[in-house]
């Protein structure tokens, strides 16, 4: 079925203390729609139901192969969930702090874009 793209959103997320892709990606995507709010679903798209909506959600973070993908989706209150996980974002040098649980110095950033469809 045809789909119609209502909003996309962008952002970036950082875990600068434990090295946890999922944590910067899961900051990446909470950052992007934590600013929104979407009365179009409703007014415009008519839906009835805001888990009608579909939302497609792509990160760019370093090392995807291990972001825990339900914890990312779970960020997001409503629709039908996807994830697409990409190698990018960056890896900044910091400085480990032992009591923080840190592995070595690495801040990790990751960027997130998430889209907002209907079905026609």
């Not at 962008?10 to 600068?16: L, R, S, T, Y």
């Not at 946890?20 to 179009?40: C, D, M, Q």
């Not at 760019?60 to 989706?73: D, I, S």
């Amino acid at each position: 079925m045809p789909r119609k793209r209502l909003i996309i959103e962008m952002a970036m997320g950082i875990d600068q203390h434990g090295q946890e892709p999922t944590v910067a990606a899961a900051r990446a995507v909470r950052n992007a729609i934590a600013h929104n709010a979407l009365p179009g679903v409703w007014e415009v798209a008519g839906l009835s139901d805001p888990n009608e909506m579909i939302v497609e959600v792509q990160v760019a973070v370093p090392y995807p192969e291990q972001v825990r993908e339900e914890e990312v989706l779970a960020v997001l209150p409503f629709g039908k969930k996807t994830l697409t996980l990409e190698s990018g974002g960056m890896v900044v040098e910091g400085k480990a702090i032992p009591v923080l649980n840190d592995k070595n110095d690495e801040m990790l950033i990751a960027v997130a874009a998430i889209t907002v469809l209907i079905e026609n």
